[in-house]
């Protein structure tokens, strides 16, 4: 069993920045690569930003240009970092390790708000 812990979220202005990182009891993001989701109230959950065991990325079309997604393998960690922030990315964001074809583990989520 791999547990995520996220950290990082927090209450910003618009326009600003925040940095979310994900910690993995285990070496799974190298392996099986990792994603964040996001939800916001009365919304589904959606992809955010992912990146593969091989680094490549892939990104929501209203993420593009403002969020980046990494990995440090040494530390089984995943970041994301959101610039330029908008209200409407406020949201739980919650990390995301697949293992298909098992259900994918899930970290218990951090509150981003935007304020405007």
């Known amino acids: 069993q791999v547990r995520l812990v996220e950290s990082g979220g927090g209450l910003v202005q618009a326009g600003g920045s925040l940095r979310l990182s994900c910690v993995a009891s285990g070496s799974i993001f190298s392996i099986n690569g990792g994603g964040w989701y996001r939800q916001a109230p009365g919304k589904q959950r959606e992809l955010v930003a992912s990146?593969?065991?091989?680094?490549?990325?892939n990104y929501a079309d209203s993420v593009k240009g403002r969020f980046t997604i990494s990995r440090d393998n040494a530390k089984n960690t995943v970041y994301l970092q959101m610039n330029s922030l908008k209200p409407e990315d406020t949201a739980v964001y919650y990390c995301?390790?697949?293992?298909?074809?098992?259900?994918?583990?899930w970290g218990q989520g951090t509150q981003v708000t935007v304020s405007s």
């Open positions: 990146i593969t065991s091989g680094g490549s990325t």
């Open positions: 995301n390790a697949p293992r298909n074809p098992l259900p994918a583990y």
